[in-house]
């Protein structure tokens, strides 16, 4: 079955040192992956996305990826950490119906971030 | 440009009630879905839509049922809300299966 693992719930860092935040995923075609950012109270914001090509993506505030299939793992990371970055983070795989994209996202768990000063 | 959204923002019923959760985007969106947001679970998906009219079953659409009447909106309803649809309820909508999915701010619903 699909699934996503975002093996840390809580991560505290402080200001100004890097970040990584781990996920894997269990999928048996090329997956299409997604880290999305969730402030509190708030809905969720696309940081970044792979469907295909290069490995290494870059997203929005500063963030990066890197998709390695031969872990089945897809890192978030962010080489500076601002108190603006304290959030829940989530990981998602998007699924497939055969060939076709059908949309449907399976999430992880979330990593909380904590930023201290 | 709104983008998704959701209507109410937050809400209380009694176990028991019924109740529906607008969903609206004005991006011409194909596909929308209704996730469900539980501590330490992630989003869960509900129900979605490929298209006008049409409705699929997601990973947990018990006691939930929705409907796909105009392009745009996409209505999730709860005919006897139990405590255990106390959740935080997100809509998304996509432009297809094979692009980003946008979200809405969400809809926090408590049932006593």
């Known amino acids: 079955a699909q699934s996503v693992t975002q093996p840390d719930i809580h991560i505290t860092v402080s200001e100004g040192a890097s970040l990584e935040l781990r996920c894997n995923y269990s999928?048996?075609?090329?997956?299409?992956l997604f880290w999305y950012v969730q402030s509190p109270g708030q809905g969720l914001q696309l940081l970044l996305k792979?469907?295909?090509?290069?490995?290494l993506v870059q997203g929005i505030k500063g963030f990066e990826a890197e998709f390695k299939r031969s872990q089945s793992s897809f890192n978030l990371r962010k080489p500076s950490v601002h108190w603006s970055d304290a959030a829940e983070y989530f990981c998602?795989?998007?699924?497939?119906?055969?060939?076709?994209?059908?949309?449907?996202?399976?999430f992880g768990q979330g990593t909380t971030l904590q930023v201290k000063p | 440009n709104a983008g998704v959204t959701q209507t109410p923002k937050f809400r209380v019923l009694k176990t028991g009630q019924s109740m529906t959760l607008l969903c609206a985007q004005d991006?011409?969106?194909?596909?929308m879905y209704w996730y469900r947001q539980d501590p330490g679970m992630g989003l869960r998906l509900i129900h979605y839509?490929?298209?006008?009219?049409?409705?699929a079953k997601g990973e947990v659409p018990d006691g939930y049922n929705v409907s796909r009447l105009k392009k745009q909106n996409f209505l999730l309803g709860l005919e006897s809300a139990a405590p255990s649809q106390t959740s935080v309820y997100f809509c998304?909508?996509?432009?297809?299966?094979?692009?980003?999915?946008?979200f809405g701010q969400g809809t926090r619903l408590t049932v006593v």
């Open positions: 998304a909508s996509s432009y297809t299966g094979g692009t980003e999915a946008f």
């Open positions: 999928y048996g075609a090329t997956p299409y």
């Open positions: 792979y469907f295909s090509g290069d490995t």
């Open positions: 998602a795989v998007a699924t497939k119906h055969g060939s076709s994209n059908t949309g449907k996202l399976i």
């Open positions: 991006m011409n969106h194909e596909y």
């Open positions: 839509s490929v298209g006008e009219g049409t409705t």
